[in-house]
């Protein structure tokens, strides 16, 4: 084609690179069940790749730097894991074991005090308690075919049964039994079970076995895949990079750039972040007394990996058992839990995050719950990062737009990110 000569509408380049993307987009959404393994193999790669680099500008190789960082990563995993096993163990059997304490207290004292409260806000009355009725719980009544009708009262439950309905009093108390009796039927019970049920048994023995086998599998392969790509991220990169027009690879060194400064703010930010509120929440838990302190900061760390919503549930449980214990251990629980996130907010992401990782608050909410909707916790998980790179993707043909637009080729870029070369005019046809 001669020089000058104006481009055709659609290349065989870009029919080629159109048909290669909805191939790619068709087969993420066939195989998108399958794809955990490699996704997560991607995010360990991102996260991991800084120290990788950092043991290889030691004079070590590439190879040798990935082994050296899983040794320590996951040795350190699993020393923790094997020190604070026996403490965790202890205390969920106690959390466990205070679970209906802590339903009762609820239901006898905070929902009352909450419903007092409400009534006083409104102006209503509290409900007036009628008294028992001193009218018959059965009564037997003959019909005009002489057969009789019998008509139950109140203090009576009707339950299904195997052969039709039972009819039993709402306040009878089973006669406790004496732990001889208690061990026998038990034993008893458990004969017959297995005996009636030993396929059922199989299979969910099977189950488990599968479960646990197919855990080490997708861990290990996940691990493979995050070395892989870690070994051969040039090649990757320079792969993509012949995609692009050598006019346009430019624009995409930005792009690349500013989509790592996201991810790496969301992403590895938002890691460091949760081990510091994790680390936070344990100290003041134990200086305040709470119980079961180490199941209740392990639960804000892995929590806080979701945002917002994370931060939420994670408080709930905390303050409940706070308030189990007094109302003053509840509140300076809830108080350190917001001095905590006020500290976050006001200094740990500026600081760890930097500015390139800021997304809206609605765009977070509104991601999460798209996420989760779409594909469960998983989703959720992913939502933020997905939504950074859905950011960072508008931010950059944004800026190329105006670019070519006169009035606004002028506007300040990000002092973070290499100014745009000069452009160049195009010689007259």
């Known amino acids: 084609m001669f020089e000058g000569a ?7 380049r870009a029919i080629f690179l159109t048909v290669s993307t909805l191939f790619v987009v068709a087969a993420i959404v066939v195989a998108h069940e399958v794809l955990l393994p490699v996704i997560l193999g991607i995010v360990i790669a991102y996260v991991l790749m800084p120290l990788v680099e950092l043991v290889e500008a030691k004079r070590a190789s590439r190879a040798v730097s990935i082994l050296i960082v899983y040794t320590v990563v996951l040795g350190s995993l699993f020393l923790f894991v094997r020190l604070t096993a026996p403490r965790i163990g202890q205390e969920v059997q106690g959390f466990v074991r205070e679970l209906p304490k802590i339903s009762a207290t609820a239901s006898r004292e905070w929902v009352p005090a909450f419903q007092s409260r409400l009534r006083a806000l409104t102006g209503r009355e509290a409900p007036v308690e009628v008294p028992p009725s001193n009218e018959p719980s059965v009564v037997v009544k003959k019909r005009a075919d002489d057969t009789y009708a019998i008509e139950l009262g109140s203090g ?77 991220k040039e090649k990757i990169f320079a792969f993509f990079r012949t995609l692009i027009r050598p006019s346009a690879r430019y624009d995409f ?27 936070l929440s344990a100290v003041g838990f134990a200086i305040l007394g709470l119980k079961y302190w180490p199941i209740l900061a392990i639960l804000a760390t892995v929590l806080s990996l979701v945002p917002i919503f994370g931060v939420i549930a994670s408080s709930i449980p905390v303050v409940a058992i706070g308030l189990t214990q007094s109302w003053q251990t509840g509140a300076l629980v809830f108080l350190w839990i917001l001095a905590i996130h006020q500290l976050e907010a006001n200094f740990f992401n500026p600081k760890i995050m930097g500015d390139a990782a800021k997304i809206h608050p609605v765009l ?65 046809g």
Not at 257 to 279: E, F, H, P, T, Y
Not at 416 to 425: A, I
């Open 6 to 12: 104006p481009r055709p509408f659609f290349s065989r």
């Open 156 to 232: 009576f439950i009707i339950r299904p049964d195997q052969d039709g309905y039972v009819v039993d009093r709402a306040d009878d108390k089973k006669t406790p039994l004496d732990p001889d009796q208690l061990i026998a039927r038990s034993i008893e019970g458990g004969v017959s079970y297995a005996r009636h049920n030993a396929f059922e048994l199989v299979k969910l023995t099977g189950g488990i076995v599968r479960g646990v086998s197919r855990f080490f599998f997708v861990f290990g392969l996940t691990l493979m895949i995050a070395a892989y790509l870690m070994m051969t």
């Open 364 to 428: 977070v909410v509104a991601s999460l719950l798209a996420g989760e909707h779409l594909f469960g916790a998983v989703g959720a998980l992913l939502a933020v990062p997905c939504m950074s790179l859905t950011q960072s993707l508008f931010l950059h043909f944004r800026e190329v737009a105006h670019r070519t637009d006169p009035e606004l080729s002028l506007e300040v870029l990000p002092s973070s990110l290499p100014p745009p070369p000069p452009s160049k005019s195009i010689p007259a």
């Open 253 to 279: 060194e930005r792009l690349i750039m500013r989509m790592d400064k996201g991810l790496s703010g969301v992403i590895r930010g938002q890691l460091m972040i949760c081990l510091v509120n994790g680390a």
